[in-house]
């Protein structure tokens, strides 16, 4: 079983920019990973790479690093924020531009 739970959820942002929502879950029992639980972990197959793509979840940085880099094939990547929304940080398209703040609410 791996440490790290990924689900990929269809959503937009509250100005109906149509995106996929990437939620992680820690699901062990102390909610602690360790860097070599991101061996070997897949993204989604049902990610679509022509579609923007919000990553979300609680923690460390180097899986938010993972996961963008895993996900640089998409439209455009954000990371979310409660404080801001989605905060684009790679972008193929120009319907959205890196430092853009997408408002979001989650799924």
Do not use: N
């Not at 149509?18 to 049902?46: C, M, N, W």
Request: charged share 15%; glycine share 10%; with cysteine.
């Amino acid at each position: 079983m791996t440490a790290i739970q990924l689900i990929v959820i269809p959503h937009q942002t509250e100005t109906g920019v149509i995106y996929q929502h990437l939620r992680f879950t820690l699901v062990t029992a102390d909610g602690i990973i360790e860097p070599d639980d991101i061996k070997g972990l897949s993204l989604p197959s049902s990610l679509d790479f022509k579609q923007g793509v919000v990553i979300e979840g609680k923690g460390p940085i180097w899986l938010y690093g993972y996961l963008v880099h895993e996900c640089h094939p998409a439209a455009w990547v954000g990371c979310y924020d409660p404080r801001l929304g989605a905060v684009v940080v790679a972008t193929h398209t120009h319907a959205v531009t890196v430092g853009q703040v997408l408002p979001v609410r989650l799924p």
